[in-house]
């Protein structure tokens, strides 16, 4: 009953997407469609459904368009990732900058980013600083990632600053609109915006694990990028620095490479660390009214940390 509600706002969340997409710009058009209907786990528009339920809320539709701006901002940030990142492909099709070049990919991303303006127009500058505020930990975390790659230093530390600014922040965006929207009081908010922090470094520390070892067919994108760049989540979990500065090219010494981050042990060592972050996140649960949305957010958590996609 709730998870087919949950479904059908998903199935709302797209419609919405694929309306808002409409340049008379055919090559913009094409591109964002491209993207944008290429499937995805959807995991944030639901995260920002459920928060609404568990806080309470009763009218999923006016969560639609919040849901769907979380989607968007999250859908242009990985045209300009897969730019910056040179990945080819992406949710089991080729990437936008593959197929049209890095110009349109720019444009395009700058596109779906700025349509989010058009979808959080109707919501009070509350939301909008919300957005804004996690728009930009995103650029920073993509920046500060790019630099210490650059400099061939991540530490955990660094790692962790990264993946909060870079991921963990919409996450708790979504979170917290969708409470807020459902007119809860503030500890509620701000205990779903706990979980979601949490699950957002637990999500981005499975994340860094696939790309070590996971199955590109299943995933939808290459693996092995983090580590040839250097800024690998799992190369620095246990100080490991063989990836340092790292330029391998070609299957061949990427798959040496990767054999040799399974070797020492830093696979273990990232799981547990996602382990932990996702316990947090079932803590923070816990200060909430119990619910049918609390069990699915709680869900939520295992098949984050167990996903092969
Ligand atoms: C990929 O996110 C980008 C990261 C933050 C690691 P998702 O794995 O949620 O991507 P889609 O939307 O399912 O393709
Ligand atoms: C995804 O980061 C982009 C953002 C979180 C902004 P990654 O580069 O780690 O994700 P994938 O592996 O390409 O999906
Ligand atoms: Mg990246
Ligand atoms: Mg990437």
């Not at 639609?64 to 901002?73: D, G, N, R, S, Y």
């Not at 979170?175 to 999500?203: D, H, K, N, P, T």
């Amino acid at each position: 009953m709730l998870l087919a509600q949950v479904d059908d706002g998903v199935i709302d969340v797209e419609e919405k997407l694929s309306q808002t997409i409409n340049t008379d710009v055919n090559l913009l058009l094409d591109a964002s469609l491209h993207i944008v209907d290429s499937g995805g786990k959807r995991l944030r528009p639901r995260l920002t459904i459920l928060s609404y339920l568990a806080a309470g809320g009763q009218n999923i539709s006016e969560v639609i368009p919040l849901a769907a701006a979380i989607e968007l901002v999250h859908t242009a940030t990985l045209v300009h990732d897969d730019i910056n990142d040179h990945s080819l492909t992406r949710r089991g099709k080729i990437s936008v900058h593959a197929q049209w070049g890095k110009t349109f990919a720019l444009l395009t991303g700058d596109y779906l980013f700025t349509k989010v303006y058009e979808l959080m127009a109707p919501y009070d500058s509350t939301y909008n600083i919300i957005m804004a505020d996690a728009c930009v930990k995103l650029v920073e975390g993509e920046t500060l990632q790019a630099e210490a790659a650059k400099n061939g230093s991540i530490d955990r530390e660094t790692y962790k600053l990264i993946i909060e600014r870079k991921t963990a922040s919409l996450f708790q965006a979504a979170a917290r609109m969708g409470a807020l929207l459902a007119g809860a009081e503030e500890s509620i908010v701000e205990y779903l915006a706990q979980y979601a922090y949490f699950l957002g470094l637990a999500f981005q520390m499975v994340d860094d694990v696939l790309d070590v070892v996971g199955d590109p067919d299943v995933l939808g994108k290459p693996i092995g990028s983090d580590v040839v760049q250097g800024m690998g989540g799992v190369a620095n979990q246990n100080g490991n620095t063989v990836m340092e500065g790292a330029t391998a090219t070609g299957i061949g010494p990427i798959k040496i490479m990767l054999a040799q981050l399974i070797e020492s042990g830093a696979i273990e060592i990232a799981k547990a660390q996602a382990n932990e972050w996702a316990h947090r996140a079932q803590d923070a649960l816990l200060n909430i009214p119990e619910s049918p949305s609390r069990d699915e957010l709680n869900n939520l958590v295992h098949l984050v940390v167990h996903r092969n996609r």
